[in-house]
């Protein structure tokens, strides 16, 4: 990629880290730091920090001007949640209402943005609905999911302290939706770039 350098945010986990959850968002973020891109990632331990979202609130905690500068500077997201009951966690559904915070914004909410998706389970039944509760928050947030989503099944497929798994199938689509992720951004910059040609 050349000139402007792109950025990424993740965020992802549970409080009581490390999780699956947090070590397969790291696989994603890896492979699209591996194509140039900037990173960031926000994990349990942070998420877990963020106050319960109270709109028109006049006064933002550190930990909420942080994550709301970093996803307002971003090209793109990556989120990563488990399936709790067959849903988004709490502390994910949380950083996400935050962004509300973003709707008088010049770029309102995630607009034009490439989204990625990934959700851990204990099984099979919670990825699905997960993944489609996500892809309606990202669409109500005016971002574009990727057509790829990962599905994990913890229960099967079992990460390492030092960022593998045994699961080569769970790493290949883990690091597809980063591929997918970047090939947006580089989309979005040659389009970019072909405008202002045409100036």
């Given at each position: 990629?050349s ?7 993740g ?5 009581s880290?490390?999780?699956?959850t947090?070590?397969?968002l790291?696989v994603?973020?890896s492979?699209i730091?591996?194509?140039g891109?900037e ?8 998420l877990?920090?963020?106050p319960?979202?109270a ?7 550190p930990e909420e001007?942080e ?7 971003a ?5 990563a ?19 509300e915070?973003t709707?008088?914004d010049a770029?309102?909410y ?8 990934v959700v851990?389970?204990?099984g099979?039944?919670?990825?699905g609905?997960t ?5 309606s ?5 005016r971002g574009?999911?990727t057509p790829?989503?990962a599905?994990i099944?913890?229960a099967?497929?079992k990460?390492?302290e ?6 080569a ?6 690091k597809?939706?980063g591929?997918?992720v ?7 910059q040659?389009a970019?770039?072909e405008?202002?040609t045409?100036?």
């Amino acid at each position: 990629m050349s000139g402007h350098r792109p950025f990424v945010v993740g965020l992802g986990g549970v409080a009581s880290a490390p999780s699956s959850t947090e070590r397969a968002l790291s696989v994603t973020l890896s492979a699209i730091e591996a194509r140039g891109v900037e990173v960031r990632a926000f994990g349990g331990d942070f998420l877990g920090r963020l106050p319960i979202y109270a709109p028109k609130s006049a006064n933002r905690t550190p930990e909420e001007l942080e994550f709301l500068a970093a996803v307002r500077r971003a090209d793109g997201l990556v989120i990563a949640s488990p399936g709790y009951h067959g849903g988004v966690s709490g502390m994910v559904k949380n950083a996400l209402d935050l962004l509300e915070e973003t709707a008088k914004d010049a770029r309102v909410y995630l607009s034009g943005i490439p989204v990625g998706l990934v959700v851990t389970a204990y099984g099979w039944q919670a990825t699905g609905s997960t993944i489609a509760a996500l892809r309606s928050t990202v669409h109500a947030l005016r971002g574009w999911p990727t057509p790829m989503a990962a599905a994990i099944n913890s229960a099967q497929s079992k990460f390492t302290e030092d960022g593998g798994c045994d699961d080569a199938a769970a790493i290949g689509q883990l690091k597809l939706v980063g591929q997918q992720v970047v090939e947006f951004l580089d989309r979005g910059q040659g389009a970019r770039m072909e405008a202002q040609t045409a100036v």
